[in-house]
C-alpha cells in the first residue's frame, strides 16, 4: 500500500484529535489552524515516508487535509461526535 494514502486514513483522526486537545471556548479559527497543523505534519511524515518530500510534499499535505476536511464535514459533525468530544474532554469540570 502506498505510504501517502497510508498517512492520508491516518490523517482521518485528525477532527478527532482537535476535538480532544480543543475545548468548547476554542474558537473556530483555532481549531481550524490546529487541523492544518495536524494536517501538514501527517502530509510532510507521508512525503518523507515515500521518498518524495521534495515535490510531493504539498501534494501529501492537502491529501491528508482534505481527507480530514471530509471526514470531520461527512461524518463527524452531522452525528454529534464533536459535540460529544469537546464537551468530554479537556473541559473545566465544576467541583461541589
Partial sequence: ?????????????????VGI???????????????FVIAALVGAVSAWQAGAFGGDIGVAILAVY???QTFYWA????????????DHFFTAKQTA
Fill in 66 to 68: 482534505g481527507a480530514a
Fill in 1 to 17: 500500500m502506498d505510504a501517502t494514502l497510508v498517512y492520508t486514513i491516518v490523517g482521518l483522526l485528525a477532527p478527532v484529535l
Fill in 21 to 35: 486537545v480543543a475545548n468548547v471556548t476554542t474558537s473556530s479559527i483555532i481549531k481550524a489552524g490546529l487541523m
Fill in 75 to 86: 461524518i463527524i459533525k452531522p452525528t454529534g461526535f464533536n459535540v460529544w468530544l469537546l
